[in-house]
């Protein structure tokens, strides 16, 4: 009931946020999704991520490898409102890097790799987008390397 399995990761649900979750985190995830783009050397201290908020409303083990489910962030931080943004958000971030990907191969890449991490950006929480963010650029370096392989024949290291 806390918890839903997929692919052999255990995920806090959206029914175990809205069936345990005893207090609304205010946008503390969106904080926390920020400071996942700072490298650790940099800044030290984070603010704490939906996923502990809803450890230690539950007294769980912060080691116990759960995620926190995309839906389960929004509604933890927003409540019933916050699961609307949270799907218009991820709608808008797809349906224009689709747009742009009928345009242009480049963009097809971006969207490729995209949509290669989705399954484990849906289980990150607020925080995936680092993850989105990541695997496009990936997915345009690959691009870059295939298409313009011919531009670095050239170059002896």
Known sequence: ???VTGEGHYTFSLNAVM????ERFNGGSLKHA???????????ERPISGYDFMVD????????GFGMHYSSDWYLNFGFLGIIVGALVLGLIFGGIYRLSLKSQGWRFVL???IGILPLFLRDG????????????FGAIIYF?????????????
Do not use: W
């Open 34 to 44: 920020l400071f996942v783009f700072i490298p650790s050397f940099i800044v030290k």
């Open 1 to 3: 009931d806390v918890v």
């Open 19 to 22: 069936k345990y979750g005893k």
């Open 57 to 64: 409303q539950l007294i769980l083990d912060k080691f116990t």
């Open 112 to 114: 490729a790799g995209m």
């Open 126 to 137: 607020m925080a995936g987008y680092k993850n989105l963010v990541y695997y496009g650029i």
């Open 145 to 157: 390397l295939i298409y313009f392989k011919d531009s670095f024949s050239g170059i002896k290291l």
